[in-house]
């Protein structure tokens, strides 16, 4: 999406004006106490791509899949079965 540039060098690498031309079913799933990459910037990647769902983890940081992987499984599992078209 978008990142500085390494050691302040060269442009930074920003795709978010691309977000737009994804179309495969996308998950943006982050924790809500995500200090890397949390709620503002997974909010703005899903208002970027069409379709996509967004799953905020209640009091989870960048490691949902370990802080609370009961709760990670699920939404990826609802979010799977939902692309596919099946019903769980």
Do not use: K, N
């Not at 004006?17 to 079913?25: F, G, M, Q, R």
């Not at 503002?40 to 791509?49: N, P, S």
């Amino acid at each position: 999406m978008y990142a500085a540039p390494a050691w302040g060098e060269g442009p930074p690498f920003d795709v978010r004006d691309e977000l737009s031309a994804v179309t495969a079913p996308t998950l943006v799933l982050v924790g809500e106490d995500d200090f890397i990459c949390g709620p503002r910037w997974a909010r703005m990647i899903h208002e970027g791509i069409p379709g996509s769902r967004l799953v905020v983890l209640d009091r989870t940081g960048h490691l949902g899949h370990l802080e609370h992987p009961e709760e990670f499984a699920m939404a990826v599992v609802e979010f799977l079965a939902s692309a596919s078209g099946s019903a769980q």
